[in-house]
């Protein structure tokens, strides 16, 4: 009797893991969930989501090699636009962390991993317009589903 109730017990806690972590990630990424748990720290007061943009970039890298063939879903273009334009220099990670989070507050896209998120919201700055942003979430979302 004690060894069924411990298997039932690891096959649990096993299976809420198991769906806890995988409500986290799209396509192996972290996604919105994830984002939204960077919010409440471990430790008060940690900037969490400041050290999570830190390594966006070579995320981004990472992951335009790890799927060629996607390149329009990356942002490496617009963040050299960004860049050559001067706008980045009025541009901050707070800036960034706000626009993030208002992404993920429409809750049809918080599957949507945090890398492109990260992308809409330079897309953003660089200048699309409503519909090519509308365009961007239908390919990001496509991707995510293959």
């Given amino acids: 009797m004690n060894k069924l109730f ?4 690891i096959i649990t806690n096993y299976t809420v893991v ?3 972590q995988s409500e986290r990630y799209t396509k192996g990424l972290e996604n919105g969930y994830a984002w939204m748990q960077l919010d409440k720290p471990e430790i008060p007061y940690s900037d969490n989501k400041f050290k999570y943009l830190g390594s ?17 879903i990356f942002c490496d273009y617009e963040i050299n636009e960004l860049q050559k334009s001067g706008k980045s220099e009025n541009f901050t ?13 429409r809750k049809e ?10 992308c809409y919201v330079i ?18 979302l496509q991707f995510c589903s293959e």
Avoid: C, R
């Fill in 6 to 9: 411990l298997i039932i017990v």
């Fill in 18 to 20: 198991s769906l806890a």
């Fill in 56 to 72: 966006m970039l070579e995320q981004n890298n990472i992951l335009k090699k790890e799927y060629p063939g996607h390149d329009n």
């Fill in 93 to 105: 990670l707070e800036d960034v962390i706000k626009d993030i989070d208002k992404f993920y507050s």
């Fill in 109 to 118: 896209i918080i599957n949507v991993p945090i890398v492109f998120a990260y």
């Fill in 123 to 140: 897309k953003k700055e660089t200048g699309f317009s409503e519909s090519e942003l509308k365009n961007y979430i239908n390919e990001v």
